[in-house]
Structure formats: structure tokens, C-alpha cells
């Protein structure tokens, strides 16, 4: 099914979210790509094509990377107050339209109503914290050691940034790095991932009318991030990357930057254990279980991908989970009272398949789901599978689908083994009622972030990152956000 540009349809009714064109963003302009090319964009539940946008080309690029060269001085210049207050004005607009906001993004991405609400709010909370944090950027003084002279450290916008985004939160992480790049001055060209660019589009008009200057935002839609990436790091003026996406992109952009010394954050990929001692509260474990595992149907780079349960709890715990994970409404995600989601293609439904398959031959029982669903549209069932063993691929691959793989332990000591034999370090969850135990194990476990007795942790005012192969920096929290788009200039005085 075609429907020209513009048009959306929702389940049986036709849907129009109209107000906001789907073209390149360059300038202030919305524009099509120079060559005409379009990327079509499915909607999941069905595999229906619902729009089409621009597929920029290497032409498209230069321009966008010149309109945020034009407007840089200008932003760069503009008081802190009034970015602060037109940042501030985002937050405002994103309220206002987080339900129609939280529509589009179901249907592009699929994720359930809840859980589209949830990132709307989410992703505005970036420009409200760092509308905060925009008049907050200080400087240092202080004396050399050898008494000679003053040093005066200022901290100034690092220049223009390409940002690049993943399909799994098209709101959240778009505006997890433009919020604070534009609070810290710079201008930026952003990438969003070909599976949800109809999401950016609508921030971007979203920006526009918030009073964001022209240039300062670009929104460049390709079905060729590669050449298209490649070819923006090479323009001189260009002084910082941001990506967030896979590890294996991740790794092949560092490499890429690296030819032109450009700083890099890298939000990478995870694979999160989720630890249950005997003496947690069982329903808090449980709660925090499906939230950390069904958040957008586990297509999360924090989602519990290994469920460590200790012997004591273990059966109680498998069977409690089972009943819950087995008791969701699948569906759209644009259907209201869906609570668990399509994937976001057939390609990562085959993936979850192989996982789930592997598992199983290596020894695993199926308590619910299991097999792929037949039928219109990308859906896997919530599954929940025990005695899963530590050689099993999903130990050690990111899952990103609704599937729940217990594996018993007996010892701290074994979970914090456990938790450690990756190569990734994203996130981790630990349930105990035992906060010395919880705090000492914490300090044991190599990840960037820590849920004890929560099953949720991303936090605007809290540094959102990752160690080992989960990536480099920092996103959100007091001066770490905004610090990656900073630079320190330090001035050496005498008088
Ligand atoms: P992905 O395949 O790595 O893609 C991420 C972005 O990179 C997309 O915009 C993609 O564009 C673009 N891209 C792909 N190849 C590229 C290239 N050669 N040069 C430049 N850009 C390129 O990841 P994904 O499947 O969208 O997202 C899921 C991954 O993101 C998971 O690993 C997840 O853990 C991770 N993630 C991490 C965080 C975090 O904060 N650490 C948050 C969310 C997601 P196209 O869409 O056009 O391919």
C-alpha cells in the first residue's frame, strides 16, 4: 500500500498527522533530496508502508553541514538565557502534542501507547533539564602552583556536531543529544535511523516554532548513513560526533572519526543482567522484571537481557514471571490497550527466533511464548524461559525482544561472575532487601549504570552511559550531558 506524502493511516481509520512536512530539514527549509530518492517507512504491526521521506545524498550533506556553519556564530552568541528559554519553550510544545507525538511514534516504531507516552515525556524532560542547565555553565580561576600567573578556564561550544540516532526511541535519543548541544551553543545536523525518521520530522517543525533559529537543528533522512556519515566527519568544520546505535557501527565510526580527530560519545549496545537474591521482596523483583525486560518489548539498550535468580527464590520467581509475562495484550501498538508490541522488522524477529532455538537446544524449558507468531506484521511473543544455560547465545548477544531467560545461582560471588562475562556494561538490576549487600555487589558489577531495587534507571538529571564495549561518555545529569559538547579553552594570565 502506497499513500503519498503526508498520509498516515491507523489501523482501520484513515489518520492524518498533518502540520509538519517529511522532507530533508536543511536551513530552516524543508526540502526533497537533491536526486528525488525516497525511503519508504513501514509501519510493523501490518508491514504496510505508511509514508516516505527524502533519501539524502552526499549533496544533501554538504548543505546541511553549510546551513549549521551559517548559524553557528548566531547561536553560539545568543545569551544562555534565551536558549535557555527557547530550549525551555521545547519541553512546553512536546507537552502540548505528546499525544499526537506518541501516536506517530507507535506507528513507526510500534511500541505501545504506554510505552510511546512514556518516551514523549521522557524525551521533553532533556529539553527542560537542559533549559536549566543552559544558564549554569560556569568557568574556573584560580593561581598557578608557581605563582607566575592567573588560569582562567572557559568552557565554549565544541562547534558543529553530527548526531546519530537508533529506530527503538526515535524521540528520546534525538532529543537526549540536540537538548544539551544546544544549551552548550553548538548547531547540529541529525541522523535519525531510516525505520523512524517520521518522528524527527516532527520535532524538527517542533523546534521551529519554539523560536530555534534556522541551521541551528538539520534533519538529514538516507538510506546511505555510511558514505553520508563519512563524508560529514571530513568537513573540517564539523568537531563532534554523537552516535547512538549498535556496537558494531559504533565501532566502525570511532575508526572513522578517528582519521579527523573529531571527540566522540558512543551510546552503545548492552546486554544487562538482572540479579534477584533470596531475600528480595518478591512482587518489587517482579515489578522491576517487567518493566526492565518489557519496556518497548524489549527493544532497549538497558532492557534485562540475563535473569540471574538465586535458588531459594528461583521457582517462585520463574512461575511469577511466566504468569505475567503470559498475561500481555499483543497488538498494534497504536491500539490502546496493546501492552506488548511488534518488533520493528521481520529481521529482528528472525533474530529472537535463532536466540530462543539456540537456547532451548542448549537445554533451556519454555515456561510461555517461545515461537514466532503467524501472521500480518513483526511479532514474537513474551517469552520466559528457564534453566538457560551461560554458554547460550543470548548470554552473550543483545536479545532486544520480549523474551525472559532465567538461569539459577547460588553464590555473590557466582552472580557477580555472571554478571560480568560480557563484553558489555551498559546497565545492571539487583533485587535484595540487604542494602550493604546491594551497594557492595553494585561496586562489583562493570556497568555504567545501576537499578537496586528498580527496574528503571534513565534519568535526565542522571549520567546515562555505558563501560567496556557499552560505549564512551555521558548523556544527561549535572554538567556530564552538556560537557560532551564543550570545550575547555584555558587562558594563562599575568597582571
Ligand atoms: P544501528 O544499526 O547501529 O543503527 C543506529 C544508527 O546508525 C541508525 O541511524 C543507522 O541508520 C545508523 N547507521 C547504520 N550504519 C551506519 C554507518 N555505516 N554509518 C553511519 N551511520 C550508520 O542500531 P539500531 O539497530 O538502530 O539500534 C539498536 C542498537 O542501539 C542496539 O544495539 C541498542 O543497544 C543500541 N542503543 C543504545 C543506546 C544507549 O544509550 N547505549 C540507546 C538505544 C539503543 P539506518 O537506520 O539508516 O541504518
Not at 544487562?272 to 533470596?278: E, G, L, T
Not at 518489587?284 to 522484571?289: H, T
Not at 542494602?435 to 527496574?455: D, H, K, Q, T, Y
Request: aromatic fraction near 8%; glycine fraction near 10%.
Amino acid at each position: 500500500m502506497n499513500l503519498p506524502y503526508n498520509a498516515f493511516q491507523l489501523d482501520q481509520d484513515p489518520y492524518e498527522v498533518r502540520g509538519f512536512p517529511h522532507r530533508l530539514y536543511i536551513g530552516g527549509q524543508w526540502l526533497p533530496s537533491s536526486d528525488g530518492g525516497l525511503i519508504e517507512v513501514t509501519d510493523p504491526s501490518s508491514g504496510a508502508v505508511i509514508a516516505a521521506v527524502p533519501d539524502a545524498t552526499l549533496e544533501d550533506a554538504a548543505a546541511a553541514v553549510e546551513a549549521a556553519a551559517k548559524a553557528a556564530k548566531g547561536w553560539r552568541e545568543t545569551a544562555p538565557r534565551k536558549r535557555s528559554e527557547i530550549l525551555r519553550r521545547c519541553f512546553e510544545l512536546m507537552v502540548e502534542r505528546s499525544e499526537t507525538l506518541a501516536m506517530l511514534i507507535s506507528l513507526e516504531n510500534g511500541k505501545a501507547q504506554r510505552d510511546a507516552r512514556g518516551e514523549v515525556a521522557y524525551a521533553a524532560e532533556f529539553f527542560r533539564w537542559n533549559a536549566e542547565e543552559a544558564v549554569r555553565i560556569t568557568g574556573e580561576f584560580g593561581t598557578a602552583p608557581s605563582g607566575t600567573n592567573r588560569i582562567v578556564v572557559d568552557y565554549q561550544p565544541i562547534g558543529i556536531c553530527v548526531l546519530v540516532t537508533p529506530w527503538n526511541f526515535p524521540a528520546a535519543m534525538a532529543t537526549r543529544k540536540i537538548a544539551p548541544a544546544l544549551a552548550a551553543g553548538c548547531t547540529v545536523i541529525l541522523k535519525p535511523a531510516s525505520e523512524t525518521p517520521l518522528t524527527a520530522d516532527a520535532l524538527a517543525a517542533l523546534y521551529s516554532e519554539a523560536g530555534v533559529p534556522d541551521g541551528v537543528v538539520n534533519v538529514l533522512t538516507t538510506s546511505t548513513p555510511g558514505p553520508l556519515t563519512s563524508a560529514m566527519l571530513a568537513d573540517p568544520r564539523v568537531r563532534k560526533f554523537s552516535f547512538t546505535g549498535s556496537t558494531g557501527i559504533g565501532r566502525a565510526l570511532l575508526a572513522e572519526a578517528a582519521k579527523h580527530v573529531i571527540s566522540c560519545s558512543m551510546e552503545l549496545g548492552g546486554n544487562a543482567p538482572f540479579i534477584v537474591f533470596d531475600d528480595a521482596d518478591l512482587n518489587a523483583a517482579l515489578d522491576g522484571a517487567m518493566i526492565a525486560k518489557m519496556r518497548n518489548a524489549g527493544e532497549a539498550c538497558t532492557a534485562a537481557n540475563r535473569i540471574y535468580v538465586q535458588s531459594g527464590i528461583h521457582d517462585a520467581f520463574a512461575d511469577g514471571l511466566s504468569r505475567r509475562m503470559a498475561a500481555l495484550k499483543i497488538g498494534a501498538g497504536t491500539r490502546a490497550e496493546t501492552e506488548c508490541g511488534p518488533m520493528i522488522t521481520r529481521k529482528a524477529v528472525d533474530k529472537i527466533d535463532r536466540l530462543v532455538k539456540d537456547a532451548v537446544n542448549r537445554g533451556a524449558k519454555v515456561l510461555c511464548g517461545g515461537s514466532v507468531l503467524e501472521g500480518d506484521g513483526f511479532f514474537y511473543p513474551p517469552t520466559v524461559l528457564s534453566e538457560v544455560s551461560p554458554d547460550a547465545d543470548m548470554a552473550h548477544e543483545e536479545i532486544f525482544g520480549p523474551v525472559a531467560p532465567i538461569t539459577r545461582f547460588e553464590s555473590e560471588a557466582q552472580a557477580i561472575l555472571h554478571a560480568n562475562n560480557t563484553e558489555y556494561g551498559l546497565a545492571a538490576y539487583l533485587y535484595t532487601r540487604d542494602v550493604a549487600r546491594g551497594m557492595r555487589v553494585a561496586s562489583e558489577i562493570e556497568a555504567g549504570m545501576i537499578g537496586l531495587n528498580r527496574g528503571l534507571m534513565s534519568d535526565p538529571a542522571a549520567p546515562f552511559g555505558g563501560v567496556k564495549q557499552s560505549g564512551l561518555g555521558r548523556e544527561g545529569g549535572q554538567h556530564h550531558g552538556i560537557a560532551e559538547f564543550m570545550e575547555a579553552k584555558y587562558i594563562a594570565v599575568t597582571f
